[in-house]
């Protein structure tokens, strides 16, 4: 019977990790590579439906720009996302949260499925602002919506799910958008509308799996709906401690309400976490690693691999991602977030020296090409053991309840700023420095190793009151806190 017991909780977390992450950064991995795809074919599209509408084609420069528009809309839309939802998590909860951020994937799938038909190459931008809204919104809630509802020996494991979705969702786009599948000149309205499947999947099987406990208690104060939503996720047994650690939470947070995203900033108590979560989330954009996938074709081509193994490669690519989140989520709980941080970047730094030499020294020796394309898999390798994952853990382990929203709005923003910032500058990099088209990247992943080593508190197999007692004695260098008070009023701490 026990052994029953334990498989059932087991599917339970289970079920709510997939429900979630299928329509949240899976959605996000998917749309980021689906877009290379097809990306000649729409091209043509906008310049043959210029034409119909003026009786002149479009410039190149003019096509080109439309195209950079496409793309760009969808980090711009991630920012937005990203700002939208804090007070989503709020007002309707995690796991609504979730569900109505659907709408977006609808609406997007629609536009995209219609624009040949229409003759509207805007309906593809509007659908591309709209997926990266969705993006933002999804990629926010579900690690906070997955840290709070497992178990805290197993919360980074069950948090590391939220970047092996994400790589998951990279290696579908790219296996989707092979010319033998949807890449071809016909179907790419199909190739882009298809991330309705994920968000249909999402909206069939969600509803049927319990809220996050915490918010549950702390955020709308009922303590029966909150054991509930416990007992399906952990099962009848052994809840009196995790129960009492949630008391002790919303006593914590009685008479506070939710932090603002400015407010972060402005707080000593917050010093700390608000220096990791810029530092180690700008980090992860700024390491390369998201360049390698807006242009993946130029990274291979540089590196001298064939154009007709390009598109192979770039699969190759997002395996090793995912085969290292994979593995991360196994380790994590025993080598912990620090070392995985510092581990990860210190590797990158590492394969991104050796890319360089190989580049400088590819025409001298033909085979230092495939060194180059090794160290490139080695460099995502070690990206998905560490900083893919663990990065996104920070901002639900490091910041109390009241702080969390606030906390993940910042770090979405960063995050499709960023991105954006990458990806409006690469190209410029890649002309400028020709072979030394990494060593920015290096120094930005030596800073992140350093500071990972050196700042970041570990959090490993604590509960969030340890921890944010761990944190208030850096921010308060000689200072104690005192006990905190346990009465019976809720409080709503997290309403903005």
């Known amino acids: 019977m026990r052994a029953l017991r334990r498989l059932a909780q087991g599917r339970v977390l289970l079920l709510t990790i997939c429900a979630a992450g299928i329509g949240g950064t899976f959605q996000f991995g998917y749309n980021l590579s689906i877009i290379n795809a097809p990306t000649l074919y729409v091209q043509e599209f906008t310049n043959e439906t210029w034409r119909t509408r003026t009786g002149q084609p479009l410039p190149d420069h003019l096509v ?3 195209w950079s528009l496409i793309v760009s809309l969808y980090p711009l839309g991630g920012l937005l996302g990203a700002l939208l939802a804090g007070p989503l998590a709020v007002t309707l909860g995690r796991k609504k949260s979730l569900l109505v951020n659907n709408i977006f994937v609808l609406a997007a799938a629609a536009l995209f499925g219609f624009s040949r038909r229409a003759g509207s190459f805007e309906m593809i931008m509007l659908g591309r602002l709209l997926v990266g809204i969705s993006a933002g919104v999804g990629m926010n809630i579900q690690p906070m919506y997955l840290g709070e509802s497992a178990p805290k020996e197993l919360r980074g494991a069950v948090a590391m799910t ?6 998951l969702g990279l290696v579908m786009g790219q296996v989707v958008g092979l010319r033998e599948l949807l890449g071809g000149p016909q179907a790419w309205p199909l190739l882009l509308a298809s991330c309705l499947v994920p968000g249909v999947l999402q909206l069939a099987s969600l509803p ?3 809220e996050s ?7 709308c104060g009922d303590p029966a709906a909150c054991r509930a939503a416990l007992q399906r996720l952990r099962g009848p047994a052994d809840l009196a ?3 009492a650690e949630l008391e002790q939470e919303r006593a914590v947070c009685r008479g506070g309400r939710a932090r603002r995203p400015w407010e972060l900033f402005r707080e000593r108590a917050l010093r700390r976490q608000v220096a990791s979560l810029v530092v180690l989330g700008g980090a992860m954009e700024l390491c390369g690693n998201d360049a390698i996938y807006a242009y993946a074709s130029a990274v291979f081509s540089q590196a001298g691999i064939p154009q007709d193994k390009i598109q ?3 699969i190759g690519t997002g395996g090793c991602e995912l085969l290292a989140t994979l593995l991360s989520c196994l380790v994590i709980e025993r080598a912990g977030r620090r070392v995985l941080l510092t581990g990860g970047y210190g590797l990158m730094s590492c394969w991104g020296s050796v890319f360089t030499v190989a580049l400088c020294l590819q025409g001298s020796f033909s085979w230092m090409a495939y060194l180059a394309m090794a160290c490139i898999f080695a460099f ?3 990206f998905g053991i560490g900083p893919a994952g663990v990065t996104g853990i920070l901002a639900t382990e490091l910041f109390d309840q009241m702080a969390r929203p606030a906390a993940y709005m910042v770090c979405g923003a960063l995050m499709w700023t960023m991105l954006f910032l990458v990806g409006l500058v690469f190209p410029f990099i890649m002309e400028g420095l020709s072979h030394f088209i990494y060593v920015p990247f290096l120094c930005v992943c030596v800073c992140a190793a350093v500071y990972s080593g050196i700042f970041l508190p570990e959090t490993r197999g604590k509960s969030f009151m340890e921890i944010s007692e761990e944190l ?3 921010n308060f260098p000689g200072r104690s806190r005192g006990p905190a008070w346990a009465g019976p009023e809720v409080v709503r701490s997290t309403e903005l």
């Open 241 to 243: 401690g995790e129960l």
């Open 64 to 66: 080109l720009l439309v």
């Open 380 to 382: 995502i390798l070690s």
């Open 472 to 474: 208030h004695r850096l």
């Open 208 to 210: 049927l799996l319990p």
């Open 162 to 167: 939220s970047a092996i979705f994400t790589a």
């Open 312 to 314: 192979y490669a770039a």
């Open 213 to 219: 406990p915490r918010y549950l208690l702390i955020d």
